[in-house]
């Protein structure tokens, strides 16, 4: 296991704290030609070669095997992401990254992943629930207020993109994990955070209806978080 948080540290400071925006920028636009991407390899081999210091000789088959395929991930990535995939890229590149470190690992110990371990009563059960927090609320709470959705909507709405969803989810899996840690005081300073920001948007609109809508909305999105932690927390006691 230790040989294994060494990969993965050398991997964490390679990939985010010593690669700059700016090398990123470089490599997707001259791929292979990038110079940038020769520099972060290197810092990667450097990185990992000092963290296995005097174990370097023992674990020289690893630490090849590692730095040659992070970069032909790396070539992968920059060579089939395009700009409306890059976001499932990153995820795909870093998945692949950290397969090659298990295995690598695997070679020098019986590091694994059983599914048996994975897959329990109490992981399943939390996976359920945090489905629950995340999607099946979601889609319950828009069909519950959908039936008032406000008229005067602007066309032209400065806010971003699903941004309104992405904030229910959010506040969906702090409350419910609030709930689950029992830091219920938490809820009511995410309450009061989420009105501050939310004022400015009530009090400039003059439509009762509009402000009635939102309100609903929050109350509807922390209530039904707040009864799937409860609810959880009952069920898995009886496990």
Partial sequence: MILFLKF????????????????????????????KLYFHVGIHAILLAG???????????????????????????LYFQKKRTKRI????????????LIFATSIYSNFSFSLQNIITEKSLLFLIFLLLVISVSAIIIKLIITQWNPENKKENDD????AGRYIGILERLFVFTFVITNHWEAIGFLLAAKSVFRFGDLTSSKDRKLTEYILIGTLLSFGIAILLGVLYLYVLNLL
């Avoid at 050398?10 to 700016?22: N, S, T």
């Avoid at 088959?61 to 992968?76: Q, R, V």
């Fill in 8 to 35: 993965l540290l050398a991997h964490i400071l390679g990939d985010f704290v010593f690669q700059p925006a700016k090398w990123v920028k470089d490599k997707e636009e001259n791929k292979v030609k990038s110079i």
């Fill in 51 to 77: 963290i296995l210091q005097l174990n370097l000789k023992e674990y020289w088959f690893g630490f090849l095997l590692i730095i040659s395929s992070h970069y032909l991930i790396d070539i992968l990535k």
């Fill in 89 to 100: 890229w990153f995820f795909i590149d870093q998945i692949l990254h950290l397969l090659l």
């Fill in 159 to 162: 806010s971003l993109a699903k």
